[in-house]
């Protein structure tokens, strides 16, 4: 089974402000994704790393892929109310068709 | 709507009783997953389609689960003899691309059994 751990858990921060979000396991990945989600919606992707040390940009957020195709972070730079949500990431195995999501970080910027 | 759209949106049933919920795919979309996402927990793999025949069922949690997808498109879970442990949200999602492509999700079917 592998598993993705994310960090941190929980985190509530003023808007304005710049934060990380990490995503690890032992395991290698083929791809990894991003997900947010919204109360009472489904899971929307934000974004698909393949490569390893792939670095790819959406604005205001920051998404790597580790060398090693093992990790992921997450940074978004002045945070805004708008990013408040779940992020989840999610890896994909060898196999290529299951995506095992880690636990998600529930994100809250205060205005 | 052109999303993925699951059905009821939130059932509440008693422990012991059979349980159905509906998922109706993006058109065209030939993969198409079912996950549980438990309160506080990321979605958790329970059985992915490609065409009508289920490619991995491998995170069904006990023979008390089954989906069925006949046709191609329309898929439905099924869980037998409910048990209190079986609450959750069950997330549908389907993908034009059987490996990794972009998975778009359904709102969820809130489940509760009582």
């Known amino acids: 089974t592998q598993l993705l751990e994310q960090s941190p858990q929980f985190l509530s921060i003023q808007e304005g402000e710049n934060l990380t979000v990490y995503c690890n396991s032992s395991?290698?990945?083929?791809?990894l994704q991003w997900y947010r989600q919204e109360p009472g919606e489904g899971p929307v992707l934000l974004v698909t790393?393949?490569?390893?040390?792939e670095v790819k940009k959406l604005k205001r957020l920051t998404f790597q892929f580790g060398d090693a195709r093992k990790d992921s972070s997450l940074h978004i730079t002045a945070a805004q109310p708008g990013d408040t949500g779940l992020y989840l990431c999610?890896?994909?195995?060898?196999?290529?068709?299951?995506?095992?999501f880690g636990k998600g970080t529930l994100l809250t910027v205060n205005p | 709507g052109a999303g993925v759209s699951q059905t009821p949106s939130n059932k509440v049933t008693e422990k012991g009783k059979y349980v159905e919920l509906r998922c109706d795919p993006i058109?065209?979309?030939?993969?198409l997953y079912w996950y549980r996402q438990s309160l506080g927990q990321g979605p958790e793999f329970l059985i992915y389609?490609?065409?009508?025949?289920?490619?991995?069922d491998s995170g069904l949690p006990n023979d008390r689960f089954f989906a069925v997808r006949p046709e191609g498109s329309v898929s439905t879970l099924k869980i037998q003899r409910t048990e209190r442990g079986d609450s959750a949200v069950y997330l549908c999602?389907?993908?034009?691309?059987?490996?990794?492509?972009?998975?778009?999700f359904g709102e969820g079917s809130r489940l509760t059994v009582l």
């Open positions: 389609f490609q065409g009508t025949g289920a490619a991995d």
């Open positions: 058109s065209g979309h030939t993969a």
């Open positions: 395991s290698v990945f083929s791809s």
């Open positions: 999602a389907s993908s034009s691309q059987g490996q990794t492509g972009e998975l778009f």
């Open positions: 999610a890896g994909a195995g060898l196999s290529n068709y299951k995506l095992t």
């Open positions: 790393v393949v490569t390893g040390g």
